[in-house]
T-cell receptor
Framework: SQELEQSPQSLIVQEGKNLTINCTSSKTLYGLYWYKQKYGEGLIFLMMLQKGGEEKSHEKITAKLDEKKQQSSLHITASQPSHAGIYLCGADGSAGGTSYGKLTFGQGTILTVHP | GAGVSQSPSNKVTEKGKDVELRCDPISGHTALYWYRQSLGQGLEFLIYFQGNSAPDKSGLPSDRFSAERTGGSVSTLTIQRTQQEDSAVYLC?????????????FGPGTRLTVT
């Protein structure tokens, strides 16, 4: 089965600082998804990456997919307290590029942003 | 529009009792997923429904767990003879269709505590 490892496990930054969260897969990535979760709430979809070298941005969050390295990174520029939460990467557990949405998730990265 | 809703938000039950957890997906979404989130195991896939196809039950941890989806909409996850290790947050998610199956919209979850 596919396993996803996120690093770091937790991160504390000062408001305004940039930060990067990494997600490494044990198998080939056919689809990589980033989600954010606030305590006691469900997950919020952030971005989907499907092609090697693909990069997407939403507001101050940018995600990249390095297919060869089986890795994705999430970068936040000029972090704000509203960015605080748990960031999870998820990968489609199916092979061959067919997406069933049966996601395997990393263990999550807890981000704290101090004002 | 309305998001994914789940009920109850919290459930405390005695060991050995049966529980039913309900999920109302976003209207028009053909795919529905159940996940379980616990401290020790992270976020785990349980079961997946897609349209009228047979559900993918590969993530159910034991035969005490079952789920159904009536009329292609509302879903119920049933846990029989609950055990303490069943304590977790149960999350439901839906997606529009298989083409964007990884872009899932999550409900707030049901926190189950088995005493």
């Amino acid at each position: 089965s596919q396993e996803l490892e996120q690093s770091p496990q937790s991160l504390i930054v000062q408001e305004g600082k940039n930060l990067t969260i990494n997600c490494t897969s044990s198998k080939t990535l056919y689809g990589l998804y980033w989600y954010k979760q606030k305590y006691g709430e469900g997950l919020i979809f952030l971005m989907m990456l499907q092609k090697g070298g693909e990069e997407k941005s939403h507001e101050k969050i940018t995600a990249k997919l390095d297919e060869k390295k089986q890795q994705s990174s999430l970068h936040i520029t000029a972090s704000q307290p509203s960015h605080a939460g748990i960031y999870l990467c998820g990968a489609d557990g199916s092979a061959g590029g067919t997406s069933y949405g049966k996601l395997t998730f990393g263990q999550g990265t807890i981000l704290t942003v101090h004002p | 529009g309305a998001g994914v809703s789940q009920s109850p938000s919290n459930k405390v039950t005695e060991k050995g009792k049966d529980v039913e957890l309900r999920c109302d997906p976003i209207s028009g979404h053909t795919a529905l997923y159940w996940y379980r989130q616990s401290l020790g195991q992270g976020l785990e896939f349980l079961i997946y429904f897609q349209g009228n196809s047979a559900p993918d039950k590969s993530g159910l941890p034991s035969d005490r767990f079952s789920a159904e989806r009536t009329g292609g909409s509302v879903s119920t996850l049933t846990i029989q003879r609950t055990q303490q290790e069943d304590s977790a947050v149960y999350l439901c998610a839906s997606s529009l269709n298989r083409l964007v199956a990884g872009e899932q919209y999550f409900g707030p979850g049901t926190r189950l505590t088995v005493t």
